[in-house]
């Protein structure tokens, strides 16, 4: 099975990066704010019917056999939410997950694609859509509360810290100060709507920072018995009711397929990232702030899933960076405007001189 999602996730990027007529740039750019919204519904969804599951698909159509599987049938009728009831506390923890099977893959998720949903309002040049995917973002800040997942926020503040550094260091100020502004009244937004306390009350009921610590420590010990292929798939722990080889698209990666596979899947993200470093306006470079959050967010969370997307976002960056004429990667408007005027500049004064 994962051999058939790594081989599906790789013609979904050749697809993409081949079919520049047919997938054309603004055909791409909503899909990434379509694939957004559908999960920001499966959190609502999640929220307001956190018992349901999702059990009329494709799943109807599996044997028996394949059916009385308790992996297999998890995977065609996901939960909408991951009930958590830790001993102790007074009320369990309704954490959305549609269409995901655990709450940690809606929120890394939610976490990569932000970055991409501003990059598309970006690109955005009337007022009415650049509106609409602001609204699209506040939107998600009910189903975040609830999820009160700390690696979509650690993931969002990579993204944010990342582009506003990039724009730093071009110079850009005004865009920085901008990000900068913005972060904090983000920040303060969702302290007073009560992201972090749900954090730390849920933290303090599951202390999970330890057990995650032991379960990497024993994923490294026993990766170092079989460093260059791994072990095929996830093992049960020697500690641990939580199986090794999980908790984490690094960890996994390591544990099943060695440091070698390991190594060869981050070399693949780092090259997308060299490969479209010069990101010459706004938009590219948020979508490029996705790639950053979804390398960081694989230390903790798995990336099976997710793998499309981010497939889609690395095809249409690198597509758009090697294409011979592209409207996209070329510096916006305002920034070819100065860059004219300054040779523009330039040359009268070289004429001036010549003259004189």
């Known amino acids: 099975m994962r051999f058939t999602l790594f081989a599906s996730y790789a013609v979904v990027l050749l697809y993409v990066i081949n079919a520049r007529k047919l997938l054309n740039t603004k055909w791409l750019l909503r899909c990434i704010g379509f694939t957004y919204a559908w999960i920001v519904l499966g959190g609502y969804i999640g929220m307001f019917f956190p018992e349901g599951s999702l059990k009329y698909t494709v799943g109807l159509l599996l044997p028996g056999s394949l059916a009385s599987n308790e992996y297999i049938f998890q995977l065609f009728t996901p939960p909408?939410?991951?009930?958590?009831?830790?001993?102790?506390?007074?009320?369990?923890?309704y954490r959305p997950s549609a269409p995901f099977l655990y709450a940690n893959g809606w929120g890394a998720a939610i976490g990569i694609l932000i970055p991409a949903v501003i990059g598309v309002a970006a690109a955005q040049r009337n007022l009415r859509s650049k509106v609409l995917l602001v609204l699209a973002l506040a939107a998600a800040v009910p189903p975040m509360v609830q999820s009160t997942n700390r690696g979509l926020l650690l993931g969002v503040v990579v993204a944010v810290v990342y582009v506003a550094i990039r724009f730093f260091l071009r110079g850009q100020l005004l865009l920085f100060l901008g990000i900068v502004l913005t972060g904090a009244v983000a920040s303060a937004t969702l302290v007073s709507v009560g992201v972090l306390e749900g954090i730390v009350e849920r933290q303090d009921a599951v202390d999970t920072t330890e057990g995650r610590g032991n379960l990497y420590l024993e994923t490294w010990q026993r990766t170092l018995e079989s460093p260059l292929f791994g072990f095929g798939a996830p093992q049960p722990s020697y500690t641990s009711e939580i199986f090794v080889g999980t908790q984490g698209m690094l960890w996994s990666l390591m544990f099943c397929y060695g440091l070698v596979g390991c190594g060869f899947f981050f070399?693949?993200?780092?090259?997308?990232?060299?490969?479209?470093?010069?990101?010459?306006?706004?938009?590219a470079l948020w979508l490029q702030a996705s790639i950053v959050t979804a390398t960081f967010v694989g230390i903790f969370y798995g990336l099976d899933r997710h793998l499309p997307i981010i497939m889609l976002l690395a095809g249409f960056l690198l597509r758009e960076r090697y294409a011979q004429q592209s409207n996209y990667w070329k510096p916006a408007?305002?920034?070819?405007?100065?860059?004219?005027?300054?040779?523009?500049?330039?040359?009268?004064?070289?004429?001036l001189r010549s003259e004189q």
């Open 333 to 351: 408007p305002r920034h070819r405007y100065l860059l004219n005027t300054a040779v523009l500049e330039t040359q009268k004064a070289k004429h």
């Open 267 to 283: 070399y693949f993200l780092s090259g997308i990232l060299i490969r479209t470093w010069a990101a010459p306006n706004a938009s």
């Open 80 to 93: 909408f939410a991951e009930i958590q009831e830790p001993w102790g506390v007074d009320e369990p923890f």
